[in-house]
């Protein structure tokens, strides 16, 4: 089991933990020459955006503690490129 999805882009590095997601997720960006922007969408298997949310600058943390045991798709987006991965959520009961 992965503690975190890695993943290298042109110009980025994306890095989103933990794995599985435990309440909060952390994303860290690096790699890029300017702050970033952009937006991060996260959809159910059913391809419905479930949380979709603007981020500045090269860390963001989001509480996904609403949403249900599962996999999702997590999209991040700005005005160049668009980077997914997917994100199992485990609630702590």
């Not at 989103?16 to 937006?39: C, D, H, K, R, W």
């Not at 603007?54 to 996904?64: A, H, P, V």
């Amino acid at each position: 089991m992965n503690d975190a999805d890695s993943f290298t882009t042109g110009y980025a590095y994306m890095h989103a933990y933990p794995s599985p997601v435990l309440g909060q997720l952390n994303l860290n960006i690096s790699g890029v020459s300017e702050p970033f922007s952009g937006v991060v969408k996260i959809f159910n298997i059913f391809g419905e955006v479930v949380l979709s949310l603007d981020i500045e600058g090269s860390y963001s943390e989001f509480d996904l503690s609403d949403l249900l045991d599962d996999a999702y798709l997590l999209v991040i987006e700005n005005n160049l490129k668009r980077y997914q991965s997917t994100i199992i959520i485990k609630q702590i009961k």
